[in-house]
């Protein structure tokens, strides 16, 4: 069974850094998926900030451009989400998620195969 799980979320002051986790287990080879960071606000629809494509090319959302670096480490099976100079509105849920197929940066949906659980970061003033 296949499983995405998150982790390093938290709250910080805004200019502050996090760095985001996520784990895959259960598939054999992770470098051949697309890998990307969701995020959500309540009442709102979730939206890609940043993502790996199969190939390794890397993109982002303008809202984080210059912010955050996603990377991932084949070997262990991870993705990360390098977060510097945070702001109140990146405060979100954060999602990771995996399919074989290239995903967009637009709204995330259900047709996306892998998802993690989320890991909430909140950011203050």
């Known amino acids: 069974q296949v499983q995405l799980s998150e982790s390093g979320g938290g709250s910080v002051q805004a200019g502050g850094s996090l760095r985001l986790s996520c784990v895959l287990s259960?598939?054999?080879?992770?470098?051949?998926?697309?890998w990307a960071w969701f995020r959500q606000v309540p009442g709102q629809e979730r939206q890609g900030i940043a993502r790996?494509?199969?190939?390794?090319?890397?993109n982002y959302a303008d809202s984080v451009k210059g912010r955050f670096a996603i990377s991932r480490d084949n070997a262990k099976n991870t993705l990360y989400l390098q977060m510097n100079n945070l702001k109140p509105e990146d405060t979100a849920m954060y999602f990771c998620?995996?399919?074989?197929?290239?995903?967009?940066?637009?709204?995330?949906?259900?047709?996306?195969?892998?998802w993690g659980q989320g890991t909430q970061v909140t950011v203050s003033t």
């Open positions: 790996i494509s199969t190939n390794g090319t890397i």
């Open positions: 259960g598939y054999a080879i992770s470098s051949s998926l697309c």
């Open positions: 998620a995996a399919d074989p197929n290239n995903m967009g940066l637009g709204v995330g949906g259900p047709w996306i195969r892998y």
